[in-house]
């Protein structure tokens, strides 16, 4: 393991004033969110809608420090030839991989799931490697109610998670380490602090075992926040407040920077929710965003898939792009949002 690559990539991934576009929807999400726009799930469909994306110069160049991609999409070409690997490339952005294969149901453990695609991920990753992938992501789902997650689905995952850090590290891939803690339910945000700091504790305890360098790694965490259905929702205030204490708690300061996913919030929760973390200011890590649906949901909707609508939907992932690199810095104000893209 070269640990300086991997912290050099590590450092770029979570640079300030950028974050990482999760593109790595599987074809089924894909099929999910193409169906929301009236637009059929094909390859080229999707080849061209993440084209889209990536020829988005301004958010490419200034606000995005890497992409998340599918096999697929590791593998395509534009529609003039070009690798989009090359085109992430020139941008000045760092492409990589998603390598789990899903979460799947955890035997005998109803409504808790394990993320499988351990068998064979060593020759994976060394071909990701060879397509021009710097940096990979596994992702652990843990979903929270009345009497789960139990021990068996925090512990499973975590370990699973380890396993797949310390082989991308052998290979030269920096993992992003995505424990993901739903926001579905109706719990509300003092159990979600509860969950998130035991499924925290219980993967930095695997990765220690694992012997992860964690100089080399970057945190994909969910933020602290009420349950969706939970009928009191706390504010921005108390989601930064009480995320940044449980980070603080659980995150050594040697890794180089964490990086959220949005989960299911709104474009603009997600936005004020980093920001006032930022804000906060002292923290011993970079913290930005790895978002998918709220870095994508607006251009999706403006592009429809329609050639004639390319540059307004490059419009809106700029603006997106562009509200949460501020917000990385803690610099985004809500009076931002009302500018036109
Ligand atoms: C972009 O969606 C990713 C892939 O999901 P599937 O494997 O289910 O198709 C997902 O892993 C994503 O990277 C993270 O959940 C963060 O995305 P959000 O939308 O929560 O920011």
Redesign the pocket.
């Known amino acids: 393991m070269n640990l300086d690559v991997l912290n050099t990539i590590a450092r770029r991934m979570v640079e300030p004033g950028k974050g990482i576009l ?5 074809t ?3 099929g999910k969110r193409m169906d929301a726009i009236g637009v059929e799930n094909t390859e080229d469909n999707r080849r061209d809608y993440r084209e889209m994306m990536f020829r988005s110069d301004e958010a490419m160049s200034k606000y995005i420090s890497g992409v ?1 991609l ?1 096999d697929e999409t590791l593998r395509q070409k534009a529609a003039d030839g070009t690798p989009l690997v090359k085109i992430i490339e020139q941008a000045g952005a760092v492409p990589g991989i ?1 390598v ?1 294969k ?2 799947k149901p955890l035997a005998g453990y109803e409504d808790e799931t394990i993320t499988e695609g351990l068998d064979g991920l060593r020759e994976r990753l060394q071909e990701y490697h060879g397509l021009g992938a710097r940096f990979a ?1 596994w ?1 652990a789902v843990i979903n929270i109610d009345e009497d789960i997650p139990t021990w068996n689905a925090v512990k499973s995952n975590a370990h699973a998670l380890a396993r797949y850090a310390a082989l991308c590290q052998e290979n030269g891939l920096v993992p992003i380490v ?1 424990p ?1 803690v739903l926001m579905d339910g109706d719990h509300d945000i003092l159990r979600c602090e509860e969950v998130t700091s035991w499924v925290l504790n219980t993967t930095f305890a695997e990765l220690f075992e694992a012997g992860v360098a964690l100089e080399g790694m970057v945190l ?1 965490p969910n933020m602290v926040i009420s349950g969706k259905k939970c009928p009191e929702q706390a504010g921005v205030d108390e989601v930064a407040e009480r995320t940044v204490k449980t980070l603080k708690s659980c995150v050594p300061a040697a890794v180089p920077g964490i990086a ?5 919030q709104s474009d603009e929760d ?1 936005t004020a929710h980093l920001d006032a973390m930022n804000k906060i200011g002292g923290l011993p890590w970079s913290l930005t965003f ?7 949901a607006a251009p999706q909707k403006a592009w429809s898939g329609k050639a004639e609508n390319v540059a307004t939907a490059q419009a809106a992932f700029t603006k997106r792009a562009r509200m949460n690199g501020l917000a990385s810095l803690g610099e985004w104000k809500p009076e931002l949002e009302t500018v036109s893209a």
């Open positions: 999760a593109a790595d929807e599987s089924g999400t894909m998340i599918f998603k789990d899903g979460a992501k992702r995505e993901e994909k959220f996913l949005s989960g299911g997600a790895s978002y998918g649906r709220a870095l994508q």
